[in-house]
């Protein structure tokens, strides 16, 4: 979408710039611009005001040259015209084939003429895929750029500020983060911004702000009630309504995605970017934010009682508040994983960097007849647990966290108690997390039990 700019004012000694904007928020987008003429866009569903004042709009065919989407839409337009042409064409030579033919057959004309009238309609078949192929391709164009396959355009024209309202879906955001491992105990986090514009409306804006708030808050009273205290009185059962000054506080909303631009980070999903060119070509544009260093502290982690595998996860206390959990992660520079995975644990954020194929961690059942159960007067004491098979298949020593668990009770009626752990170091922590720092020897092969007791009536009947 071209827009105006003004130029300079000599004759005041100033300039005037009519400046247009763009707000992206979480149900709509408003983008204002000074428009050159009444095209908007190959798009539908979209509300315009003319200096705040609301002005119908309406499809047509009209679609002025030197709009990169007029380009796109006069493609189709023509596109369409060849298409038909083709298949009057193939109507027009089967006619031809069906007409009375003379008495006095010339048989080399008559071959001469079925040699043409065959070369023909190969040719217009072959004309006819290779226009159906290119007609696929173009739908697919319009569905990934546009809303319409038609132009919109204002039935009045508007020479000054012009708003438009686009719904929810038709320019998205979302914030990118990468992870540089720099190998002297520093991680380096760039964050990114994803724009996406799938409107039909090229976007150019001299001013762009992205929110992760929605513009229509629906805000109720909130009324003081009593709380009444009164004689409590025979349950009635009956279908609860809503009370006419119940609070509520904000609408659900699904949370959805030139020269060089760079965001400008506001505050927590916040940003704001300056001069974007944002065409509707359904392709994500990433603008940089900013990036920071801060040490990291990585090692190799396992949790048995889940899954086998040991993973790498590096933490460190961000700088900023993190909005995305998505990572691509590097090493020295080095792309390791396009989808690495991150959370807030504690005063950290771990990062979930990567496998690690050559340490193996099996996690098997100590078998029934090894465990020890018996009465106790009325209690029951049951002992359980289970091995951890570990091994190093590199020819580094490697040093990792395991972290397993033993059952935890919910009532006093039921006691559980850690027996022993033999073959590693550990620590129990709340909650029944036993956690064994170990480090093995290239090639090793580790084995650790762990075995706990339950305590509890014998009349009680106990899962887990």
Same mark, same amino acid.
């Given at each position: 979408?071209?827009?105006?700019?003004?130029?300079?004012?000599?004759?005041?000694?100033?300039?005037?710039?009519?400046?247009?904007?763009?707000?992206?928020?979480?149900?709509?987008?408003?983008?204002?611009?000074?428009?050159?003429?009444?095209?908007?866009?190959?798009?539908?569903?979209?509300?315009?005001?003319?200096?705040?004042?609301?002005?119908?709009?309406?499809?047509?065919?009209?679609?002025?040259?030197?709009?990169?989407?007029?380009?796109?839409?006069?493609?189709?337009?023509?596109?369409?015209?060849?298409?038909?042409?083709?298949?009057?064409?193939?109507?027009?030579?089967?006619?031809?084939?069906?007409? %009375?033919? %003379?008495?006095?057959?010339?048989?080399?004309?008559?071959?001469?003429?079925?040699?043409?009238?065959?070369?023909?309609?190969?040719?217009?078949?072959?004309?006819?895929?290779?226009?159906?192929?290119?007609?696929?391709?173009?739908?697919?164009?319009?569905?990934?750029?546009?809303?319409?396959?038609?132009?919109?355009?204002?039935?009045?024209?508007?020479?000054?500020?012009?708003?438009?309202?686009?719904?929810?879906?038709?320019?998205?955001?979302? %914030?990118?983060?990468?992870?540089?491992?720099?190998?002297?105990?520093?991680?380096?986090?760039?964050?990114?911004?994803?724009?996406?514009?799938?409107?039909?409306?090229?976007?150019?804006?001299?001013?762009?702000?992205?929110?992760?708030?929605?513009?229509?808050?629906?805000?109720?009273?909130?009324?003081?009630?009593?709380?009444?205290?009164?004689?409590?009185?025979?349950?009635?059962?009956?279908?609860?309504?809503?009370?006419?000054?119940?609070?509520?506080?904000?609408?659900?909303?699904?949370?959805?995605?030139?020269?060089?631009?760079?965001?400008?980070?506001?505050?927590?999903?916040?940003?704001?970017?300056?001069?974007?060119?944002?065409?509707?070509?359904?392709?994500?544009?990433?603008?940089?934010?900013?990036?920071?260093?801060?040490?990291?502290?990585?090692?190799?982690?396992?949790?048995?009682?889940?899954?086998?595998?040991?993973?790498?996860?590096?933490?460190?206390? %961000?700088?900023?508040?993190?909005?995305?959990?998505?990572?691509?992660?590097?090493?020295?520079?080095?792309?390791?994983?396009?989808?690495?995975?991150?959370?807030?644990?504690?005063?950290?954020?771990?990062?979930?960097?990567?496998?690690?194929?050559?340490?193996?961690?099996?996690?098997?059942?100590?078998?029934?007849?090894?465990?020890?159960?018996?009465?106790?007067?009325?209690?029951?004491?049951?002992?359980?647990?289970?091995?951890?098979?570990?091994?190093?298949?590199?020819?580094?020593?490697?040093?990792?966290?395991?972290?397993?668990?033993?059952?935890?009770?919910?009532?006093?009626?039921?006691?559980?108690?850690?027996?022993?752990?033999?073959?590693?170091?550990?620590?129990?922590?709340?909650?029944?997390?036993?956690?064994?720092?170990?480090?093995?020897?290239?090639?090793?092969?580790?084995?650790?039990?762990?075995?706990?007791?339950?305590?509890?009536?014998?009349?009680?009947?106990?899962?887990?």
């Amino acid at each position: 979408m071209k827009r105006v700019m003004l130029l300079p004012l000599l004759a005041f000694g100033s300039s005037l710039l009519m400046a247009s904007q763009l707000a992206v928020y979480q149900d709509k987008t408003l983008y204002t611009y000074t428009p050159e003429n009444s095209f908007i866009g190959l798009t539908k569903n979209v509300k315009a005001e003319c200096e705040r004042q609301s002005v119908a709009v309406q499809s047509g065919i009209d679609c002025p040259p030197g709009e990169r989407l007029c380009a796109l839409f006069s493609e189709s337009r023509s596109l369409e015209g060849l298409i038909r042409t083709n298949a009057e064409n193939s109507k027009i030579l089967d006619k031809l084939v069906t007409l %009375p033919q %003379p008495n006095a057959i010339d048989a080399t004309s008559w071959i001469e003429a079925a040699r043409s009238v065959a070369k023909e309609k190969a040719a217009l078949m072959t004309e006819r895929e290779k226009l159906a192929y290119k007609n696929k391709a173009l739908k697919q164009r319009f569905a990934r750029e546009t809303r319409s396959t038609l132009p919109l355009i204002l039935e009045k024209p508007c020479k000054k500020e012009l708003t438009l309202t686009l719904p929810y879906g038709y320019v998205t955001f979302k %914030p990118l983060y990468e992870a540089n491992l720099q190998g002297n105990g520093q991680i380096e986090v760039t964050q990114k911004l994803s724009l996406l514009n799938r409107s039909g409306v090229d976007i150019e804006a001299d001013k762009a702000h992205f929110y992760n708030t929605t513009a229509n808050v629906h805000l109720y009273p909130v009324h003081f009630n009593p709380w009444v205290v009164s004689e409590a009185r025979a349950y009635m059962p009956r279908k609860k309504a809503l009370a006419a000054n119940d609070a509520v506080m904000e609408e659900k909303v699904t949370f959805a995605t030139a020269p060089a631009s760079k965001a400008t980070y506001l505050q927590s999903r916040e940003y704001s970017v300056i001069n974007l060119n944002l065409p509707s070509t359904g392709e994500a544009k990433e603008v940089p934010v900013m990036s920071w260093k801060v040490p990291v502290n990585c090692a190799l982690e396992s949790y048995p009682y889940r899954r086998a595998g040991v993973f790498e996860v590096c933490r460190f206390t %961000p700088k900023l508040q993190i909005e995305q959990r998505r990572w691509k992660f590097f090493e020295k520079g080095k792309l390791v994983n396009e989808s690495a995975v991150g959370e807030y644990d504690g005063n950290f954020y771990a990062l979930y960097t990567k496998l690690d194929q050559d340490i193996r961690v099996v996690r098997k059942p100590i078998v029934e007849k090894e465990r020890e159960s018996g009465i106790f007067g009325s209690t029951v004491k049951k002992k359980d647990g289970f091995r951890l098979e570990v091994l190093n298949k590199s020819d580094k020593a490697k040093k990792l966290r395991i972290v397993e668990r033993i059952p935890v009770s919910t009532t006093d009626k039921i006691k559980v108690k850690l027996l022993s752990v033999k073959g590693a170091e550990y620590s129990l922590k709340k909650e029944g997390k036993v956690v064994m720092p170990v480090t093995l020897k290239p090639h090793e092969r580790r084995e650790i039990e762990v075995l706990f007791e339950l305590s509890y009536d014998k009349d009680l009947k106990v899962t887990y």
